[in-house]
């Protein structure tokens, strides 16, 4: 896995995994079978979740504060919607809602693009690779094995 600054540079990177030119948008945000591979890979590789963020997910929450050594209450607050990787830029949202096609999608899943497995993703799940806000402190999101 990539650092932070790492994955941020290739975010930047226009030439490379973005579409268009000008005000380009992460192909991602725009090829749903990329997409869908990115977040399985999330799913694979990071245990990205719940399925459903609706449900208690006990389980899910446990397995999460089993590998952090937190309480699961702890571990519910780390989510996507408050990791430093998570984009909800105005650009990037206009990417978001160009490729679904639908601005009402992007609100009510409250989307966002997560910059470290380049897929669209929810404010509400959560990964292994979830990285505190903070940007005075270099922060390394490399998974452990």
């Given at each position: 896995m990539?650092?932070?600054?790492r994955t941020m540079d290739q975010a930047m990177d226009k030439d490379e995994g973005y579409e268009g030119g000008g005000e380009s948008c992460p192909m991602a945000t725009q090829d749903i079978t990329l997409n869908l591979k990115n977040r399985a890979k999330a799913i694979e590789s990071a245990n990205y979740g719940p399925e459903n963020p609706k449900l208690p997910n006990t389980?899910?929450?446990m397995r999460k504060a089993e590998k952090w050594d937190v309480s699961a209450k702890?571990?519910?607050?780390?989510r996507c919607g408050n990791c430093s990787a998570f984009n909800q830029d105005e650009e990037?949202?206009?990417c978001i809602a160009e490729g679904i096609g639908n601005d009402d999608v992007v609100?009510?899943?409250d989307l966002g693009y997560c910059e470290i497995f380049d897929f669209k993703c929810a404010a509400s799940r959560s990964c292994d690779a979830w990285i505190v806000e903070d940007e005075d402190e270099e922060v390394d999101t490399e998974l452990e094995e």
């Amino acid at each position: 896995m990539a650092t932070l600054k790492r994955t941020m540079d290739q975010a930047m990177d226009k030439d490379e995994g973005y579409e268009g030119g000008g005000e380009s948008c992460p192909m991602a945000t725009q090829d749903i079978t990329l997409n869908l591979k990115n977040r399985a890979k999330a799913i694979e590789s990071a245990n990205y979740g719940p399925e459903n963020p609706k449900l208690p997910n006990t389980e899910f929450w446990m397995r999460k504060a089993e590998k952090w050594d937190v309480s699961a209450k702890d571990a519910k607050m780390s989510r996507c919607g408050n990791c430093s990787a998570f984009n909800q830029d105005e650009e990037m949202l206009e990417c978001i809602a160009e490729g679904i096609g639908n601005d009402d999608v992007v609100e009510a899943g409250d989307l966002g693009y997560c910059e470290i497995f380049d897929f669209k993703c929810a404010a509400s799940r959560s990964c292994d690779a979830w990285i505190v806000e903070d940007e005075d402190e270099e922060v390394d999101t490399e998974l452990e094995e």
